[in-house]
């Protein structure tokens, strides 16, 4: 039947955000399967409406960041004239689709595209996608996203705002990228493209050491000695070496329950830290079948605030070596035997892990903490990890950790380069890396303010994002 002059075709298009991952991935991570993370837009009258965080937008069909739809659904037709609709859009912009009614589990672009779709043909977009908030609220992890939900913007740059002048498009020019690939390369010092000029950060902790005296009601007779042996051997004139028993007796004063006091605590963070420099001291840490390393890693969340920077500090000195880097990102299955290595919150089984999932798990618990000072030093640690193979599992959960740490306003300007820098090469190296970033769009603008090598970066990543989808 031919469609009347005074008819328009409305369809909504709908983008899976995830570009395939979801299929792959949600199982492991939400323990259900779904198909696709879902994006919505209604175009008719020849334009593309959706709503973001920066409220309703509008471009040509299918000009915004993500590309073209996955599928487009002819929802029917409407004699609505155009002057109409954009009346019904300007009321929706003032009221339940202002740009601070944005909530990205319970009023989001779906919920825009479904509420546009009746008005102009009565009838819904497909209830799958509607469902789909519901359905990964219900999941452990859905009910830890949904409480931050509030702190998670999706605003798929490319369009402009409607009825504001201001666009969210750059017309920068896309550089050629030097690496597409989907997964990480085999070879470390390959996978960073600017290896040559990588230059790891390190943080210096000879003037932070607690004096011996601060230790002296906590050890006993031959802890005292060990302690005296570190100390020895962190002076200047000495070239007195440590063994496995000093490097233990540090990691115990983190763990041991009757220890309370975190200024000790941190001293021993603080003192391995320093040893960790030395190249022999790695060695020790590699042939350690107790892994006293990995049981500061298990008890990470546990520890007070202060302790868990002291941690994040280790790790990011230890991994700026070749020796260290190797060994927290090892992927070999370890077993503690938490009988050797009494842990506050062991239940007394033995412990399986690798190093390169317990290093991960502790910069993403640091990104995701609201505080500046130790997401400056996770976002440290992942810019020097960055260069190791990582599965993608866990590659796409540190680079969503980055992503919401990104969107903290109060961010240390440090934080926000080596965060971006991270990010930049993450989106090379991965699809759903990618993918997720389109989707939880960065305020680049507010970034941009913070310095201009961090200006420079977020030129790049848009780039990047425009290249990939070009």
């Known amino acids: 039947m031919a469609q009347s002059e005074d008819e328009h075709k409305v369809e909504v298009y709908i983008y899976d955000l995830s570009k395939g991952m979801a299929t792959a991935l949600s199982m492991p991570l939400l323990g259900k399967q779904i198909d696709g993370i879902w994006h919505t837009a ?17 471009c040509e069909p299918a ?16 004699s609505i004239s155009c002057d109409v609709f954009t009346d019904f859009l300007y009321g929706l912009s003032n009221d339940q689709f202002k740009p601070e009614r944005y909530n990205l589990f319970d009023h989001n672009c779906n919920t825009f595209s479904n509420e546009v779709a009746q008005f102009l043909t009565g009838n819904k977009i497909p209830s799958y996608i509607i469902d ?45 990228l030097q690496n597409n690939s989907l997964t990480w390369n085999s070879t470390p010092k390959n996978t960073n493209s600017n290896s040559a000029t990588f230059s790891p950060v390190t943080y210096p902790t000879s003037e932070s050491f607690p004096d011996s005296q601060t230790f002296s009601t906590t050890l006993n007779e031959t802890e005292k000695k060990l302690l005296e042996d570190i100390y020895k051997c962190l002076s200047s004139s000495s070239s007195h070496n440590i063994g496995k028993a000093h490097l233990k007796m540090l990691a115990s004063l983190v763990t ?40 500061l890693l298990l008890e990470f969340r546990t520890l ?40 506050s919150s062991s ?37 020097n990890i960055h260069q190791i193979p990582m599965h993608d599992d866990l590659l796409i959960a540190v680079s969503s950790a980055l992503t919401q740490c990104l969107q903290r306003e109060e961010i240390l300007e440090k934080t926000a380069f080596l965060g971006l820098q991270s990010l930049k090469w993450f989106i090379k190296l991965n699809e759903g890396v990618c993918a997720l970033v ?33």
């Open 42 to 58: 209604i175009v008719v009258f020849g334009m593309e409406y959706y709503f973001g965080a920066n409220g309703i937008s509008y």
């Open 63 to 78: 000009q915004t960041i993500i590309g073209q739809p996955d599928t487009i659904k002819t929802l029917g037709t409407t």
């Open 132 to 176: 789909l908030p519901a359905e990964v609220a219900n999941t452990p992890l859905g009910s830890m996203m949904k409480t931050m939900s509030n702190s998670i913007a999706v605003q798929p740059s490319g369009g402009k705002t409607l009825f504001s002048s201001s666009s969210s498009s750059s017309s920068s020019p896309s550089p050629q």
């Open 256 to 295: 041991r329950k009757s220890v309370t006091n975190s200024v000790i605590k941190c001293g021993a963070v603080s003192l391995l830290q320093e040893l960790t420099s030395k190249r022999y001291v790695v060695q020790e840490l590699q042939k350690d079948e107790d892994h006293m390393i990995a049981s």
């Open 304 to 343: 007070p605030f202060e302790i868990m920077v002291a941690i994040l500090k280790l790790i990011t000195n230890l991994s700026s070596s070749e020796a260290g880097l190797h060994f927290l990102t090892s992927t070999v299955d370890h077993r503690l035997d938490s009988e050797k290595v009494p842990l």
């Open 347 to 383: 239940s007394g089984s033995s412990t399986t892990f690798s190093y390169l999932a317990l290093t991960g798990e502790a910069v993403v618990n640091g990104l995701l903490l609201e505080q500046s000072d130790i997401n400056d030093v996770a976002a440290a640690a992942v810019y």
């Open 438 to 470: 389109k989707m939880m769009e960065l305020n680049y603008q507010s970034l941009s303010q913070k310095s201009s090598r961090v200006k420079e970066t977020c030129e790049q990543i848009n780039n990047i994002l425009r290249q990939l989808n070009d």
